[in-house]
């Protein structure tokens, strides 16, 4: 046996037995003896030892008196590569284990390895070298699916199973030929996990990058998964596999110009470091930005460059799930080191599936081989011809039926997990969401076809129901370094930020306050206007870029009234407006609204007047002077029936006759806070004293709770209570300077000379306090909202009389190139 691999003569009958080694007796005590056990233990394990030593003698001999045939087997890969080095090195060990393991088996598989040279046209040379002239009973490739077209039809027409761990496009299936295996996902079978990624953070467009002829079979499976959840792909980027830097430039440019800002990358491991290297110099890797890449990509994470992986910050990726066991970490300590002996030139390349896979498909074929048996191993020659090119005369390879139905019915579990083919596909579909950063990758959860999205993958039946919540994946550094979901959507890089126009004012600044900062140059815009905004722009599901611009003059002063304001929208000065802007009808002449954010309507303010009077005698107010005599005149007559009921029979009613008064008449009052001493003998009195309780408690409590009113209650009442009234007497009313307010006023009847304008609460406050008659107003007119504010803050000086005007409330303005404006309040 070679070291690399099974490189038999095509002549060897019988060899050595792999995996036989002979221990010398005494090295062997002496070993036991280093592990410092009692002599008794020893001798148990050198008993032991014996038998066992002399078993595998045995079994070594009988094997080197067995006849074995050796079976060759083709193997067509990029010997160049990493890639193809990998599968070559595990194919190797699969075999070498394998046979040391099966010591019995009358077959041996020869390889015969072929280089592809990374080209569709040498694939299939070497295919049809190794069909025609080395008459192999089976090919191990191609590498990837551009060659594998070729050679597919090539193991149709002679029988000759084909059996690829690499070619994972969806064009090539068994479908197509009976005689094709693939030991490897479908690329289809990720579209669902994708889309389920997608579904979770709620985006609603995606990009798909892929390259040209590698991702052509898989994108059809891709958007029909994302149409089924409602996304829509705008655009794919095609790139090709011999693209310059430049032209890989001028195509991720064309995207950033592009809405969308979630992208799916699709192609080969070489062709993916180039773009991502390039997208990270543009800025493509920045804030709001995702990528998502798949299998074909994130398998090889781990391979990849340092400077790459510093350029896929924050990129998710859907990763096979590959199960940790023993086996697993025992294979990859040994298959380091044997690669490194074979290979010492490499010294950064790590283990990836497709080398799992690679081994898997070697035990299984060999499997299959020695299920198959060695008679009839042979090929039936149709135009026997030594021309590689002439097509035509084909050798048929006789077990090719038999091999091939052995092969479907292996199974077993390999390094890559369960073994099982159905239709020539391996079965195997969960896969395992990863998270680029740092200097490698990060597992923030695993997809299955039953259970969604999920934190770690359940050995067990899991009874909940398929999932697609974000909640069920671990925590994600999105490029940029932020830990918050990018909305997928933003405002292209070749359009200008929207324009949102804000008003200028000095008062009633809690909707709309515009400061100019000199030290900082800067402009800034608060109040609750300005915070609805902002508020529903940040809960859109995509980003818009908008910038506040005031609505002043030079000086700092308002450039114009409201209806200015709003006219500057039609005229396509401004793109927006925000703030206290009331919806009326002849502004929605001009531009659209939004739903309202606030109260609809104009009412008028009046001052209060004070009817209580502040003085001593308070207390007596809660009753009338009637009810006052009536209530004494029962307690002196209540009193008297007690004493004439029990002054016989009591002697608490008896004695003098001043006491029998002072006695009877204290009882009588003194029931007024239930606090009676005399004890009533006489049945009589009991009665009628329960019901003067009764009464007495009904008048306490009512005289309490009326003078409780009359203390804490302020009796005010306004001042005016109807509009014609102001109208009629010739009063003074007052509106906020700018507001539409004027117009209906105006309507109303009132007279130039009765008009006030007010800039702000305080000075409303003061034309209010004065008067009409002293050069003031008698009552103010304005919007809901703003006299909500003035009646918070002098809620004892002045209330709301009446409602005069009905409006559709405070809203934004937009134009219908921004008609996106009026669904802001629906999200």
């Known amino acids: 046996m070679k070291d690399k691999g099974f490189q038999y003569p095509r002549q060897i009958s019988k060899f050595n037995v792999p995996g036989v080694v002979v221990v010398h007796y005494s090295n062997a005590l002496t070993m036991i003896m280093s592990w410092n056990v009692p002599p008794r233990i020893a001798a148990c394990y050198l008993l032991f030892f014996i038998v066992l030593s002399e078993r595998i003698v045995i079994k070594a001999a009988k094997a080197q008196n067995m006849t074995v045939t050796p079976v060759d087997v083709g193997v067509i890969l990029d010997l160049d590569g990493r890639n193809g080095k990998v599968g070559l090195s595990c194919i190797n060990m699969a075999l070498s284990d394998f046979y040391a393991s099966h010591t019995h088996y009358k077959t041996r598989l020869v390889l015969n390895p072929r280089d592809s040279r990374n080209d ?155 773009v991502f290297t390039i997208a990270k110099e543009i800025g493509m890797m920045s804030e709001g930005y995702v ?85 009839n191993l042979g090929v039936e020659k149709t135009n026997a011809s030594s021309n590689l090119i002439d097509l035509e005369s084909f050798e ?27 239709n020539g596909q391996l079965q195997s579909s969960t896969f395992q969401i990863i998270n680029v950063n740092g200097n490698g990758e990060r597992p923030v959860g695993v997809w299955t076809p039953e259970d969604g999205l999920r934190r770690e993958f359940m050995n067990s039946k899991n009874t909940s129901k398929y999932s697609t919540s974000k909640n069920n994946l671990g925590p994600i550094i999105w490029p940029g370094d932020l830990t918050s979901v990018p909305k997928g959507w933003e405002i292209p890089t070749n359009r200008k930020k929207l324009r949102i126009g804000v008003p200028v004012k000095n008062g009633f600044s809690e909707f709309v306050k515009v400061i100019y900062d ?70 929605s002449n001009f531009v659209d609204f939004t739903l309202p954010y606030t109260e609809s309507g104009v009412s008028m303010v009046v001052p209060l007047r004070e009817n209580r009077r502040k003085n001593a005698w308070v207390f007596l107010k809660p009753l009338s002077w009637d009810l006052w005599m009536t209530s004494g005149c029962f307690f002196v007559f209540t009193g008297f029936v007690v004493w004439l009921l029990e002054h016989r029979v009591n002697e608490d009613f008896r004695g003098p006759c001043s006491h029998q008064i002072g006695t009877s008449l204290g009882y009588a009052f003194s029931t007024m806070v239930f606090a009676q001493r005399e004890i009533l003998i006489n ?20 005289y309490t709770a009326s003078l409780a009113s009359l203390l804490t209650v302020q009796q005010l009442q306004p001042t005016i209570t109807e509009v014609k009234q102001l109208i009629k007497n010739g009063e003074r009313v007052g509106y906020q300077r700018g507001s539409f307010v004027f ?19 305080e000075e409303c406050d003061e034309l209010l306090s004065k008067g009409s008659a002293k050069g003031g107003i008698a009552a103010a007119f304005d919007e809901i909202p703003y006299m909500k504010l003035f009646i918070g803050q002098y809620c004892s000086k002045y209330t709301m009389a009446a409602s005069i005007y009905k409006t559709d409330g405070f809203g934004f303005v937009s134009l219908i190139p921004y008609i996106f404006l009026l669904f802001v309040f629906v999200c």
């Open 120 to 274: 569709v046209v040498q694939a299939a040379v070497a295919a049809l070298y190794l069909i025609k002239n080395t008459e192999v009973k089976a090919i191990i490739g191609p590498q990837n699916s551009m060659q594998a077209n070729f050679v597919i039809d090539l193991g149709n027409k002679s029988q000759v199973p084909i059996i690829s761990f690499s070619a994972t496009s969806p064009s090539i299936t068994s479908l197509r030929s009976p005689y094709f295996f693939r030991i490897a996902q479908n690329d289809s079978s990720q579209v669902k996990a994708i889309s389920a990624i997608i579904q979770a953070f709620g985006w609603r467009e995606a990009v798909p990058i892929y390259m040209d002829e590698y991702g052509e079979g898989m994108i059809p499976y891709l958007i029909d998964a994302l149409q089924d959840i409602d996304v829509r792909a705008p655009y794919r980027s095609v790139i090709s596999p011999l693209a310059t830097n430049s032209e890989i430039s001028g195509e991720l440019y064309k995207l950033m110009t592009m809405q969308t800002r979630v992208f799916i990358v699709h192609m080969s491991h070489n062709l993916s470091s180039r």
């Open 291 to 375: 990528w998502i890449i798949t299998n074909g990509i994130a398998n090889f994470v781990g391979s990849k460059e340092r400077s790459v992986l510093a350029s896929m910050q924050g990129v998710l990726g859907v990763k096979t799930y590959v199960p940790e066991t023993k086996e697993l970490q025992r294979f990859t300590v040994r298959w380091k080191t044997k690669f490194q002996q074979d290979n010492p030139t490499i010294t950064d390349v790590d283990l990836n599936v497709f080398g799992l896979w690679a081994y898997d498909a070697a035990s299984a074929l060999a499997m299959a081989v020695e299920k198959v048996g060695t008679t």
């Open 396 to 422: 048929i390879s006789q077990d090719g039926p038999k091999l091939r139905e052995a092969i479907q019915d292996t199974k077993f579990r390999g390094l890559a997990g369960e073994f099982n083919l159905l």
């Open 518 to 587: 000199r030290s900082t140059d800067r402009t800034n815009f608060t109040g609750y206007s300005i915070d609805i905004f902002n508020a529903v722009m940040e809960s859109l599901p995509y980003a818009v870029s908008y910038d506040f611009i005031p609505f002043a003059k030079p000086g700092g002063g308002s450039a114009g009234t409201y209806d200015d304001l709003v006219y500057q929208v039609f005229l396509q000065n401004f793109d927006a407006v925000v703030g206290d802007i009331t919806i009326i009808a002849n502004r």
């Open 683 to 702: 049945n009589c009195t009991r009665f009628v004293v329960i019901i003067w309780v009764f009464v007495v408690l009904i008048l306490t409590q009512s």
């Open 743 to 761: 117009g209906i006023l105006k309507e109303m009847s009132f007279k130039e000379s009765q008009f006030k304008q007010y800039t702000s609460i």
